[in-house]
């Protein structure tokens, strides 16, 4: 049976990788993918696929909700997986009315507008509606910071500690509600930070990368001694078709790698590898160099995904070092291009 699949953000760093891989999974669904392109977007991130006759972009914001109802007027969406979201922490403490707006209004917008167009009242579906589901996509840092021991469960208390996080929080909260309230279908699942082909050049990883291979200096914040659990994009997406399929509704997932890398050995790791790859007169690791660090910057992030893996079959299949170098092969690929 063929499904009409709204995804939201679909040219960003993650949603491209999940449009890509679900597509070719399933050949009989298929997917429009609302997406502003904002900086953070790029539309060769999907060129690939842009003729696939089971795809479509449609640029617009989702905090426009008559767009929203009538994108669902025309395509009567059967599910509606929701990737789109202002995600830097950096520009949040900057420009945090932009977190609100997009992470907190327009995830709003969606959830409303599916209610109206699958649900007859509370708990009561429309006919042909009875399996449509609304999957929401949030991260590990609405829980706030870890010591250096623990891990975070689906049970562990919220406390966000950026407008970024606090803004992903009130979504979490609020498809929550949707839940409760109404009885709708919904998941979330929340991982902990991805890497991998289409990231965006301003976060961690690319840029380390590509100030290295322009001789600049690497900055790291603080003592390059905050902890992140990183997850290869491409595990995170087999983890959300799992959770989108098979996941039971109202329920989170945790999605994390296993693989706890404080930021100072990710820089030296990278650099390392680019000696052997990328050799130049001087070490790349020579160019590390430590910044004031950012207001209220976590320490430590780490996940338990335990229930997912034990639950829904899941786990992941790259370590840090296979996925770093995969990754790395890539950036050198695009930036040498």
């Known amino acids: 049976m063929n499904k009409n699949i709204l995804i939201t953000g679909g040219l960003g760093f993650i949603g491209s990788n999940f449009i890509e891989y679900y597509l070719e999974k399933y050949p009989d669904h298929s997917i429009f993918n609302l997406d502003k392109l904002t900086y953070a977007g790029e539309l060769s991130n999907l060129k690939h696929i842009k003729n696939n006759s089971r795809y479509k972009w449609v640029k617009g914001d989702i905090c426009d909700k008559n767009l929203v109802n009538s994108l669902f007027d025309e395509y009567n969406f059967s599910h509606i997986i929701h990737f789109a979201a202002e995600s830097h922490v950096d520009n949040s403490i900057d420009s945090p009315d932009q977190f609100i707006n997009t992470n907190v209004v327009g995830t709003f917008n969606l959830i409303d507008v599916a209610r109206q167009y699958w649900m007859k009242a509370p708990f009561e579906l429309k006919k042909g509606c009875e399996t449509n589901r609304f999957h929401y996509i949030s991260t590990d840092e609405v829980y706030g910071s870890l010591g250096k021991e623990g891990l975070f469960t689906e049970d562990t208390p919220y406390a966000p500690n950026s407008p970024y996080s606090a803004s992903k929080a009130s979504s979490d909260f609020l498809v929550r509600s949707y839940f409760h309230t109404y009885g709708m279908n919904v998941v979330t699942t929340n991982c902990s930070n991805n890497y991998g082909p289409k990231q965006h050049d301003e976060k961690l990883i690319p840029t380390i990368i590509r100030k290295a291979l322009k001789g600049q200096n690497i900055p790291i914040y603080g003592d390059g001694k905050n902890v992140r659990d990183w997850l290869h994009v491409l595990d995170h997406c087999k983890g959300i078709d799992l959770a989108f399929h098979n996941g039971k509704s109202g329920e989170t997932y945790n999605i994390g790698g296993k693989n706890e890398r404080d930021n100072l050995y990710i820089a030296n790791k990278i ?12 070490l790349y690791k020579d160019l590390i ?37 995969k990754t790395i092969h890539w950036y050198l690929s695009k930036y040498n291009s």
Do not use: M
């Open 271 to 282: 650099c390392s590898i680019l000696d052997e790859l990328k050799p130049q007169k001087k």
């Open 289 to 325: 160099t430590f910044v004031k660090d950012r207001p209220g910057h976590d320490f430590r992030y780490a996940i338990d995904a335990s229930k997912i893996e034990q639950e829904l079959g899941w786990e992941a299949e790259e370590n840090f070092e296979t996925g770093i170098l």
